[in-house]
């Protein structure tokens, strides 16, 4: 069985630097929810990126899905990021790395 992850990457807006503690507090809070509901893999920041502030990888039933919750992101939603989205095939040792 086919087993996929989807990697948001938030890249920083022209605005990013204007983001306020309370923009980061709803970012936090969406995070947290996204979380609670199973739909996040794995997420942090990024040090020494120019450009890109971070990542969410998503577990989601499908690519649309995980569209929906990036276009949902507050840094998005405000303006102070933007995103890609990439579909990531998992390779582990119970699909024998995709061999």
């Avoid at 309370?22 to 947290?32: P, Q, S, Y």
């Avoid at 990888?57 to 990036?70: H, P």
Wanted: net charge positive.
């Amino acid at each position: 069985m086919e087993k996929w992850l989807y990697v948001m990457t938030i890249k920083k807006g022209k605005t990013y630097n204007k983001v306020t503690k309370a923009v980061i507090t709803r970012h936090v809070e969406n995070l947290k929810k996204l979380d609670a509901d199973g739909k996040i893999q794995l997420c942090g920041p990024f040090k020494g990126y120019p450009g890109v502030a971070g990542m969410v990888i998503f577990k989601t039933q499908s690519y649309e899905e995980a569209e929906a919750l990036c276009k949902s992101e507050p840094l998005v939603v405000e303006g102070f990021a933007t995103y890609t989205l990439a579909a990531l095939q998992v390779a582990d040792k119970e699909n024998n790395y995709l061999l």
